[in-house]
């Protein structure tokens, strides 16, 4: 029988979610949907000083806005957890002390300013220290030290690390589902710290055992950790666990397709670059996010799918359930994915277009709220003749400000090309026919007023764009008669006065 797929998304509350972290979440939780398997969430915060306060609420509220929902973590406990791993605190010096006694790993007391020496002097010599294989048995560890010593230093309870005693002269072939096959010459490797005397596992020993423990089938991360996997390949055989499959995702470059994306581009940029907007605790200073800029999470996801995957097809728009459908990793490129802050807006156009006009005008009556504009114009009417030319809710203000604010002024430039010296006259005798309207809906209007135009020899030019002006100010908007219709008759004349009155 084969495992039932388990994936988990494994971020560090070290500050607000990058947007590259929500790709990592979306690829795991779809490739988890794809296979009838289960979506984790894990804290791991075991490097308590680079913990952030407030960043565990923001990944949880980050995935909840894009819809990427956990199967389990926090609050959710399948009978895996805790799934922070500050509470799995316990679990972790066993397995240390596991690798010890079979000696996979030894003890290691060299201070932080004996290693700090040993670094300078190599890079005095063009060279870079690695603590390994090559030269452990001249440093101060429980493979040079004489036992005795060992039991004394740590009966006394000196400091001490426990490191990972990587092996000598072997061709480690590691298989990646994105990259194929994969060699690693371990006489590169370091001997990597795995436990601290104070208690707490490093990143690599907690991440081996709580994979374990929870029983992932597949790890799926970003590039940035490859150069770990050779490790914790070797952790895996040094336990006698079965190792999961590894996919390791395509960096997420700059728009100019040179270097990685980092948390500090969005404000050069221009673009944010996190999902929802972040305050720093400590400074203060805040991040854009995507929410905050009016995106829909439908956007934001389609988006990052296609962010180093691609279906194999032309098609672009993609629901979260054709996603499902068709996502694999073995469609996850190997090379990094360019981040175009342009083509987001063209997905947000796109679903902006498929939302309900009821559901846009909601939202848009809580702009025209906080404008403080209380308006009894039909909104979902309104927002279904310009939404074509939005790409956000804000830009539907821009498009239809002229309905709820009669124009105080009016476009120059067109003025000079549309208003002539006999346009008033011509407009002040539209004003009677207009009044004769009885029902003012955008057809009967249209038909009247053209009727009229062709009865009194006026050329079309005359008087459209001048009406156009009255009603709007400027040269834009819908069609007129629409426009009309929604003012009403009332307004539509009173604005028709006014144009005449200042345009004379
Ligand atoms: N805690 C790591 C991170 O912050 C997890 C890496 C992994 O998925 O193994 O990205």
């Not at 030269?135 to 000196?158: F, H, Y």
């Not at 979902?380 to 002229?402: G, H, M, N």
Request: proline letters at 5%.
């Amino acid at each position: 029988m084969t495992k039932k797929v388990r994936v988990r998304f494994a971020p560090s509350p070290t500050g607000p979610l990058h947007i590259g972290g929500v790709r990592t979440a979306l690829f795991n939780y779809l490739f988890a949907k794809k296979n009838g398997g289960d979506f984790i969430l894990r804290i791991e915060d075991t490097d308590q000083n680079r913990y952030v306060e407030g960043a565990e609420d923001y990944i949880a509220a980050s995935l909840n806005w894009c819809g990427i929902p956990f199967d389990e973590g926090i609050g959710k406990d399948k009978g895996f957890g805790p799934y922070r791993q500050s509470e799995r605190k316990h679990l972790y010096k066993n397995y240390a002390d596991q690798l010890i006694e079979n000696g996979m790993a030894y003890y290691a007391f060299d201070t932080a300013e004996e290693l700090d020496a040993h670094r300078k002097e190599h890079e005095k010599n063009g060279k870079t220290f690695i603590y390994n294989w090559h030269n452990r048995q001249k440093l101060k560890n429980s493979l040079s030290l004489p036992p005795e010593d060992v039991q004394t230093r740590l009966r006394a309870g000196e400091d001490y690390v426990i490191r990972f005693k990587s092996p000598q002269d072997e061709s480690l072939k590691l298989k990646d589902i994105v990259r194929g096959e994969i060699t690693v010459d371990t006489n590169i490797l370091d001997d990597k710290v795995l436990f601290k005397s104070d208690g707490m596992p490093t990143y690599h020993l907690a991440n081996i055992v709580d994979d374990h423990l929870m029983e992932i089938t597949h790890v799926i991360r970003g590039e940035e950790w490859l150069p770990s996997l050779a490790l914790h390949v070797l952790l895996y055989r040094a336990f006698g666990w079965d190792s999961p499959q590894f996919a390791h995702l395509p960096l997420i470059l700059k728009p100019t397709g040179k270097g990685k994306l980092s948390k500090r581009d969005g404000d050069k940029l221009g673009f944010p670059v996190f999902p929802l907007e972040w305050k720093d605790p400590a400074s203060g200073d805040v991040s854009r996010g995507y929410r905050e800029e009016g995106y829909f999470p439908e956007a934001v996801v389609n988006f990052l799918a296609l962010l180093g995957w691609n279906p194999g097809t032309d098609q672009e728009i993609f629901s979260k359930e054709e996603l499902i459908r068709a996502f694999d990793l073995e469609r996850v490129h190997k090379s990094g994915a360019r981040f175009d802050p342009e083509k987001i807006k063209w997905f947000n156009h796109h679903y902006l277009q498929e939302k309900d006009d009821n559901i846009l005008s909601a939202a848009f009556g809580e702009l025209l709220q906080q404008k403080g504009i209380d308006t009894a114009l039909p909104l979902p009417k309104i927002v279904s003749l310009v939404k074509e030319r939005a790409t956000f809710i804000a830009d539907l203000w821009e498009q239809t400000s002229f309905f709820f604010e009669a124009p105080s002024s009016y476009n120059e430039k067109a003025v000079k090309k549309q208003w002539k010296e006999k346009t008033a006259d011509i407009i002040k005798q539209l004003i009677p026919v207009l009044e004769n309207v009885t029902d003012f809906s955008s057809a009967t209007t249209e038909e009247t007023v053209k009727t009229w135009i062709g009865e009194n020899g006026f050329g079309f030019g005359q008087v459209m764009p001048p009406l156009r002006l009255a009603l709007v100010g400027e040269m834009k908007g819908p069609h007129i008669f629409d426009i009309t219709e929604i003012l009403g008759k009332e307004e539509s004349i009173a604005r028709i006065r006014k144009a005449i009155d200042t345009l004379g």
